[in-house]
T-cell receptor
Framework: QKEVEQDPGPLSVPEGAIVSLNCTYS??????FMWYRQYSRKGPELLMYTYSSGNKEDGRFTAQVDKSSKYISLFIRDSQPSDSATYLC?????????WGAGTKLIIKP | NAGVTQTPKFQVLKTGQSMTLQCAQDMNHNSMYWYRQDPGMGLRLIYY???????DKGEVPNGYNVSRLNKREFSLRLESAAPSQTSVYFC????????FGDGTRLSIL
């Protein structure tokens, strides 16, 4: 079993929809949780960063961490075609990041 | 404002050939990383360098060597390439957040 599980998709939704992306994990020592966005043929870039449980909002993006369920989510409101990308979750307890496989998101105009 | 620069962008090798992937960052970061990204596997850490003069193995170091040439540059060497090393290789710098280059797409025939 992988330490971090993420549905690879693709997830296809119409423009303007609310998108929910999720990861589950098995290591209860993880304390730092991140979402990266990766456009085709580009490197990942940090989108959201949260420490421990709770919610964090940044514009149209909300990151949610539920440590009791070992479950993290990224919500995108008013989705745009420019949000089409692969979204990777990542988490760590010490120095090394452990990555999910990424979910490919397609926003249809 | 280049960030993290990787060369080459594409390369095709024959089994048994050797090659060095180059990475340079201009952000004065101490730590640098080499990952490989394969479909369905997410990013897997090959080697990292916490600071100039130090290197450590990551999750999948076999078949690779690294050199932290100075604070800016961190190279990855394949001594005898194998088809299983066909992948997209990403270099990153900094611990939090990590900044990525745009990758080297490597095919081993």
């Amino acid at each position: 079993q992988k330490e971090v599980e993420q549905d690879p998709g693709p997830l296809s939704v119409p423009e303007g929809a609310i998108v929910s992306l999720n990861c589950t994990y098995s290591n209860s020592a993880f304390q730092y949780f991140m979402w990266y966005r990766q456009y085709s043929r580009k490197g990942p870039e940090l989108l959201m960063y949260t420490y421990s449980s709770g919610n964090k909002e940044d514009g149209r993006f909300t990151a949610q961490v539920d440590k009791s369920s070992k479950y993290i989510s990224l919500f995108i409101r008013d989705s745009q075609p420019s949000d089409s990308a692969t979204y990777l979750c990542a988490m760590r307890s010490n120095y090394q990041l452990i990555w999910g496989a990424g979910t490919k998101l397609i926003i249809k105009p | 404002n280049a960030g993290v620069t990787q060369t080459p962008k594409f390369q095709v090798l024959k089994t048994g050939q050797s090659m060095t992937l180059q990475c340079a960052q201009d952000m004065n970061h101490n730590s640098m990383y080499w990952y490989r990204q394969d479909p369905g596997m997410g990013l897997r850490l090959i080697y990292y360098s916490a600071s100039e003069g130090t290197t450590d193995k990551g999750e999948v170091p076999n078949g690779y060597n690294v050199s932290r040439l100075n604070k800016r540059e961190f190279s990855l060497r394949l001594e005898s390439a194998a088809p299983s090393q066909t992948s997209v290789y990403f270099c990153a710098s900094n611990n939090q957040p990590q900044h990525f280059g745009d990758g080297t797409r490597l095919s081993i025939l």
